[in-house]
C-alpha cells in the first residue's frame, strides 16, 4: 500500500495543479521557489517515514514493553526487513548488536516503496517504558524517485491496534523532480490495524537554494477512502498554497498571497473512492 502521502496528495492530477501554480509563484524573487520544490519536499519526507516504518512496524515483536529488549528489537528488524523487501535477497542485512546496516539493491516494499537502492544504518534503542527508537543514516539512499541523505529519529510506540512513528529529521536530498532540498522539522505517522485508518501530521522546512519554505501537513485516510485535513505550503514571501480534503475525491485549492493578494483557487481529482 502506498503511503498516505505518495498515493493521495502527489496524485499526477495534482502534480499537474502544482507545476502550474510554479508558473504564477515565479513573481518573487528567486526562480528556485516553486511549486515544484514543495512535491519534492513532501515526497521525499514521506518516503524517509515510509522507510522507516517498513522497518520497525511490529518490531515489538508482541512482547510487554517491560521485556522488551534493545537486542530483541534489532533482531526483529532485520527479520523484517528480509521479509519485507523483494525480490529475495535484494536487501542484505547485517545486524550488528544494537545496529543495523542494509544495503539495498532495487528492492519492492511495503507502503508503495519501489526502486529502493543504497545502505542505510540503523542504530537501535529502548527505554525503561519500552518504547523503541531507531536513528537512521544514510547517504544518497534512493527510492520512489528521490535521493535522500538521511538522518532522522523515529520513536515507535503501539497502543492497542495504533501503530506510531514520531520521526524527527535533517536531512538534504534530491526529490523525484530533480530539485535539491534540505528539511528539518518533525512528523508523526499513525495508523491503526483494525480501522485500517492512517494519518500524517507534521511540519517541516525546506531549505531550497538560499530561501526558507514551511509545510504543514495534516492528513487522514482510512482504507481505501478518500482522504480529510490540509497541506500548506508556505512559498517565498506571502504565496501560499492549501489544499483541502473533505473525504470525497475532489480537493479544493488556494493560491494565495503575492503582489495581488488575490490568490486563486479551484478544485482537483483525487486517485480515490
Not at 522507510?51 to 510487554?64: C, F, P, R
Not at 539512499?141 to 523515529?154: C, H, M, P, R, S
Not at 489544499?243 to 493560491?255: M, N, P, Q, R, V
Request: hydrophobic residues 35%; proline residues 2%; aromatic residues 4%.
Amino acid at each position: 500500500m502506498r503511503s498516505l502521502l505518495s498515493t493521495v496528495v502527489l496524485s499526477s492530477s495534482l502534480l499537474s495543479l502544482l507545476a502550474t501554480t510554479a508558473c504564477m509563484n515565479r513573481g518573487d524573487d528567486s526562480s528556485d521557489d516553486s511549486a515544484e520544490g514543495a512535491v519534492d519536499s513532501a515526497e521525499s519526507a514521506s518516503t524517509e517515514g515510509d522507510v522507516m516504518m517498513a522497518a520497525v512496524d511490529d518490531s515489538d515483536g508482541g512482547a510487554a514493553p517491560t521485556a522488551i529488549t534493545a537486542d530483541s528489537v534489532t533482531a526483529k528488524i532485520a527479520a523484517n526487513i528480509t521479509a519485507r523487501y523483494s525480490p529475495s535477497g535484494c536487501a542484505t542485512v547485517t545486524p550488528s548488536a544494537t545496529s543495523i546496516k542494509t544495503v539495498y539493491n532495487d528492492c519492492t516494499g511495503p507502503r508503495g516503496l519501489v526502486h529502493v537502492s543504497g545502505e542505510l544504518d540503523l542504530a537501535v534503542s529502548v527505554s525503561a517504558a519500552g518504547a523503541i527508537t531507531v536513528h537512521g543514516t544514510g547517504t544518497a539512499l534512493q527510492a520512489n524517485g528521490a535521493t535522500l541523505d538521511v538522518d532522522a529519529t523515529g520513536t515507535y510506540t503501539i497502543t492497542g491496534t495504533s501503530h506510531s512513528i514520531a520521526v524527527t529529521t535533517k536531512g538534504t536530498g534530491t526529490g523525484p523532480l530533480g530539485r535539491n532540498i534540505d528539511h528539518d522539522g518533525n512528523y508523526t505517522i499513525n495508523w491503526d490495524t483494525a480501522s485500517q485508518c492512517h494519518t500524517i501530521d507534521g511540519v517541516w522546512s525546506t531549505d531550497i537554494g538560499l530561501h526558507n519554505r514551511s509545510n504543514t501537513v495534516k492528513l487522514s485516510r482510512c482504507a481505501a477512502g478518500c482522504p480529510t485535513g490540509s497541506v500548506v505550503h508556505q512559498f517565498l514571501g506571502t504565496r501560499s498554497l492549501t489544499i483541502t480534503f473533505d473525504g470525497t475525491a475532489t480537493a479544493a485549492w488556494t493560491l494565495a498571497g503575492g503582489a495581488s493578494a488575490a490568490g486563486t483557487s479551484g478544485t482537483v481529482t483525487l486517485d480515490c473512492q
